[in-house]
């Protein structure tokens, strides 16, 4: 079992996962539009997610203890969706068997721009179109001025654009949507970049975009590129040679809405949400006593380096 933490599926969940069939078949995924404490309000941040948003779940976890605990095998249980989703936009609770839902499929949106998507004000564009020639996006990453996270994480879907207006946060927005797209699953990413410095983090962020201009938080990825190769093999960078990161975004459930638009945001620091990277070789960063290096940060977006971020698209809505 695990905690996911993002506002869109903050509740303990599953992987659906286990060593047995009777461990698989035996667990429950719940996701709910709520905060750390859950079930207890139908709006978060200024947001209104219907009156379906807060359930009776004091009653299913009951059932599902009394069913594996008390063996109560004649509650029920056994004959429910074993994942229930609640997809915001859309205000509605979808349920099925399997996580990922059945008949995802993953779309991916490429990043493009004209060298200039510094800031939600710059030109960077999203779209389902492959990038071919185009100048890459540069941002100065300094440890000492980080982009800083202006709200309580518990907020959930806060507006964003304090933190995109900053020239270190590169921003790439979809047009407005001619219909809606439901998009509800694991999210990640594919950044190809470079750094000047021998280690750096980089930050995904996917974020709705109303009609408004307000920009609203859903959810994230980190991968600190000493361990683009995994944890059990750490690998300082070689000074602006473009590298491959695959940054896992964990999860959400939104239906985009017609006039919306898609951002996915670029940056290398999120604090306080994060520590701060000093962008060194220090073996161990805590206990690096020199001073933080300045690294200039390059993303690319071209035929042969297709930075993109990929969803977890349901063209129908489980019943």
Not at 9 to 32: F, K, N, P, W, Y
Not at 98 to 125: C, E, I
Not at 177 to 195: I, R
Request: net charge negative.
């Amino acid at each position: 079992t695990r905690y996911w933490r993002d506002w869109s599926s903050d509740v303990c969940s599953s992987d659906l996962l286990g060593a047995t069939r009777e461990a698989r078949e035996g667990q429950r995924l719940v996701i709910g539009p709520w905060p750390h404490w859950v079930n207890l309000s139908r709006t978060l941040s200024g947001m209104d997610f219907g009156p379906h948003a807060v359930t009776d779940l004091d009653a299913y976890v009951s059932r599902f203890f009394d069913y594996w605990l008390r063996g109560l095998k004649d509650n029920g249980l056994a004959a429910e969706p074993r994942v229930h989703v609640f997809v915001v936009g859309a205000n509605q609770w979808w349920e099925a068997d399997d996580w990922p839902l059945p008949g995802t499929r993953r779309v991916d949106f490429y990043l493009h721009s004209g060298g200039r998507a510094n800031t939600h004000r710059g030109d960077g564009r999203l779209s389902r179109e492959s990038p071919a020639a185009e100048p890459h996006d540069r941002y100065d990453s300094d440890p000492l001025d980080p982009v800083r996270v202006l709200w309580n994480m518990h907020e959930g879907p806060v507006d964003d654009r304090p933190v995109s207006s900053r020239a270190d946060v590169l921003c790439y927005t979809s047009e407005a949507l001619e219909e809606s797209l439901d998009v509800v699953g694991p999210v990640s990413a594919v950044l190809y970049s470079s750094s000047s410095a021998r280690d750096c983090d980089w930050h995904v962020r996917l974020v709705d975009v109303h009609p408004d201009g307000s920009a609203r938080f859903l959810c994230h990825g980190l991968l600190r590129a000493r361990f683009r190769n995994g944890f059990d093999h750490p690998e300082f960078l070689q000074s602006d040679l473009i590298e491959r990161y695959e940054i896992d975004m964990t999860a959400t459930g939104v239906r985009f809405l017609p006039g919306h638009r898609i951002r996915v945001e670029v940056s290398s620091s999120w604090f306080s949400r994060f520590d701060r990277n000093p962008q060194t070789d220090a073996p161990n960063w805590m206990q690096d006593e020199r001073m933080p290096v300045v690294a200039q940060q390059r993303v690319y977006h071209d035929a042969g380096h297709a930075s993109h971020i990929s969803l977890p698209v349901i063209a129908v809505a489980p019943k």
